[in-house]
């Protein structure tokens, strides 16, 4: 068992010290099925009870999604939430109890230790690690399969499926987002849905991107692309890093941020003391002026941007495996004129930058990052030639039509428990008692995209809305990847059903997901919203009430109207589910929505292949 102290969920150092534990229990080898982690609250609770209350279980759900994301090669959702979370009271200390499989157990593809911020934790185990019922020792995943008699022979089979994998899921996205625009796909009559045949043309997703002015292009790459950048403003949540841009004539370089990444261990005191948001005209004290691209990368934070001075700032090295990239208007000649966005990004090194002098020549550039894109286009073009099949029935087609096609089912639907979702609703009454988790997601209100402007406004022009069908589409993939659940429209985050009108999602699409699912994955019911306990027996003295007024009449009418929409999910066959071809799959967390790491569908692609 791995044992730690969490202080203050909301601080960066706490996420860093969880996410080593998670390391540390994802890469046990010595046999076990399962690994416990045992965290205990080290502050005092604000509520009047001394237990858990809702609230705090949540709070710490999120601190434990924000932490798993800090571990790199990253974690299968799998692997963590096959157990819900215990939450326990041990001699006062609230306690809350994790069950991880190790990634040894877990896949054959994951081989590589798991790390954070570029450093493994060493595994800190007690005799309670005995928490495996098989008595004979656990093999790992690709021995447990018997495919290779020797070690070196099922090495090599398992590189060889990890490389034929990540090639297949960087197709996968990148045929639904650049390749398409710039290559018109040929079929051929033996080929199936989803087969194409590549062209000559050698364009990367920075040409069509140059040319699609108006399209924001998603590239994937399941091996990354690695580059070196400097740590230049943060948030309560992020920090961004960005590269320089160098032009010439200009005596100091711009700076264009590139991308975030949890905040490091080496700004956790700095990110603690945040309070307010810096002017502009305090920027350019250290050198610094408005970062290039910083619309794109903030303008989903909801924190306040805060500028580093120089000798705060950290130098980075980072691997990413999605690039967005998108023409942006011009604020200077040349090549700053597209912005590059980095996801899916970690955190391979980090340190404090001592010498300034040479600072720049340490860093890479824009330019450097142009290329290393276009380097890896042209690696991703190569795998055309180099795993494409003669036969568009071989078991790689096969397998890319089965989770591309949008309209058949390729995949044998799950029997048992696990096709069923995990978390049922029968009736008004069991709302109160679900909380949220990996397989229950609570949403308030509902509505349609509305304009800033008049009904008649421009198509292009920015919506919002509170939330919309979309966003509930994204969660019943999320759920349908992971491992199924419910999912319910008019209840609060804190457990109070509120209710909506009847009808409100009756334009909810269940078809159109990314591969198709099984009919009758996703259903969808209306139940009365009732608050409180139902009464058994009539008030006293009814019959003397007195007639309500017709506003109170109408009002209690319009409660009596309240629904819940109860939305079911069952587990899919597919490694994962998007809401479109041309969507990127999300996962249910602890307690989140997030998007599913490029790095875990390939590896779940690798384990499908002969």
Request: aromatic share 6%.
């Amino acid at each position: 068992m791995l044992e730690g102290d969490v202080g203050d969920v909301s601080a960066a150092a706490t996420e860093v010290n969880v996410a080593r534990l998670l390391a540390a229990a994802a890469n046990c080898r010595e046999g076990l099925a399962v690994a416990t982690i045992r965290l205990r609250l080290l502050h005092n609770s604000t509520e009047s009870h001394a237990g858990w209350s809702r609230r705090e279980k949540d709070v710490l759900l999120l601190c434990l999604d924000r932490a798993v994301s800090r571990v790199y090669p990253p974690l299968d959702p799998l692997q963590y939430t096959q157990a819900p979370p215990e939450f326990l009271l041990e001699d006062g200390a609230r306690v809350v109890r994790l069950r991880l499989t190790p990634s040894a157990r877990y896949s054959s593809a994951a081989t590589v230790p798991h790390r954070v911020e570029g450093k493994c934790p060493p595994p800190r185990t007690t005799p309670a690690d005995a928490t495996s019922s098989d008595d004979a020792p656990v093999v790992d995943a690709a021995a447990a399969r018997g495919e290779c008699g020797g070690d070196e022979d099922a090495a090599a089979l398992m590189r060889r499926r990890w490389r034929k994998a990540a090639w297949m899921t960087a197709r996968i996205f990148n045929e639904g987002g650049w390749y398409p625009a710039e290559q018109r796909p040929v079929k051929v009559p033996t080929e199936t849905v989803g087969c194409m045949r590549s062209g000559a043309s050698s364009e990367t997703v920075l040409d069509v991107a140059a040319r699609l002015k108006e399209r924001r292009l998603l590239h994937a790459d399941a091996f990354g692309m690695e580059f070196i950048g400097l740590i230049v403003a943060l948030t309560p949540r992020y920090a961004y890093v960005a590269v320089p841009f160098l032009q010439d004539g200009q005596a100091l370089p711009q700076w264009s941020l590139v991308s975030r990444v949890g905040v490091p261990s080496l700004l956790a005191e700095a990110a603690a003391t945040l309070t307010r948001k810096r002017e502009r005209s305090e920027c350019a004290t250290g050198g610094f002026v408005l970062f290039l691209n910083e619309e794109e990368l903030v303008a989903h934070d909801v924190g306040p941007l805060n500028r580093l001075q120089p000798d705060q700032c950290v130098r980075v090295v980072l691997r990413a495996h999605k690039v967005y990239c998108k023409q942006q208007r011009t604020l200077l000649g040349g090549p700053a004129s597209l912005s590059l966005a980095f996801e899916d990004a970690a955190v391979l090194s980090c340190t404090a930058v001592e010498d300034q002098t040479n600072l720049l020549e340490s860093l890479s550039t824009y330019l450097d990052l142009l290329q290393i894109v276009r380097a890896s286009c042209a690696r991703f073009l190569r795998g055309y030639s180099k795993y494409m099949g003669t036969s568009a029935n071989s078991a790689e087609a096969r397998l890319f039509t089965a989770v591309t096609d949008t309209v058949s089912v390729h995949m044998k639907k799950l029997r048992g428990r696990e096709g069923r979702s995990p978390v049922t609703v029968a009736s008004p009454q069991e709302i109160p008692s679900l909380l949220e988790g990996t397989c229950v997601e609570f949403k308030a209100k509902i509505d349609k995209w509305r304009r800033d402007g008049p009904d008649d406004a421009a198509p292009g022009q920015r919506r919002h809305a509170i939330v919309n069908l979309e966003r509930i589409r994204h969660t019943v993939a999320a759920m349908a990847s992971t491992l199924g659940g419910v999912l319910l429209v008019g209840v609060a985050d804190d457990g109070e059903v509120i209710g909506h009108a009847r009808g409100a999602l009756k334009e909810l699409r269940l078809s159109g997901f990314c591969p198709a699912m099984v009919k009758g994955s996703v259903t969808v019911t209306e139940m009365r919203a009732v608050r409180g306990e139902r009464p058994t027996t009539m008030p006293k003295d009814w019959w003397k009430a007195a007639k309500p007024q017709p506003r109170e009449q109408q009002d209690s009418e319009d409660a009596a109207d309240r629904v819940v929409t109860v939305v079911t999910v069952r587990r899919g066959p597919a490694p994962f589910y998007t809401t479109s071809r041309y969507s990127v799959p999300y996962t249910r967390g602890f307690a989140s929505t997030v998007p599913l790491h490029l790095v875990v569908c390939a590896r779940r692609i690798a384990d499908l292949l002969p």
